[in-house]
Nanobody
């Protein structure tokens, strides 16, 4: 199972970015898909996740600014990030739970998001 992330980069405060994570491999059922982030010197934290049924969960500090979505036909999860703040600067990691085929919990390689003030 391979997770391929894209969409990170450098943006000014108030700007937007859209992260994508596509899942490849022998997978027949992805349950929860999510995005985590880790800033220098800090622990990795859950930013947002989404179940196979579409229920979402967000870190309080990103509510009303970030939106997570998924395309089950493409095995892809997205994170639309608006009104970015310097404190959103971190490496963002995709995480998925695969139920069948090659079951397990998988991580992407991470993509850097840097928000300048």
């Amino acid at each position: 199972v391979q997770l391929v992330e894209s969409g990170g980069g450098l943006v000014q405060a108030g700007g937007s970015l859209r992260l994508s994570c596509a899942v490849f491999g022998s997978i027949f059922g992805i349950t929860t898909m999510g995005w985590y982030r880790q800033a220098p010197g800090k622990q990795r934290e859950l930013v947002a996740d989404i179940t196979s049924g579409g229920s979402t969960n967000y870190l309080d500090s990103v509510k009303d600014r970030f939106t997570i979505s998924r395309d089950n036909a493409k095995n892809t999860v997205y994170l639309q990030m608006n009104s970015l703040k310097p404190e959103d600067t971190a490496v963002y990691f995709c995480n998925v739970n695969v139920a069948w085929g090659t079951p397990g919990n998988y991580w992407g390689q991470g993509t850097q998001v840097t928000v300048s003030s």
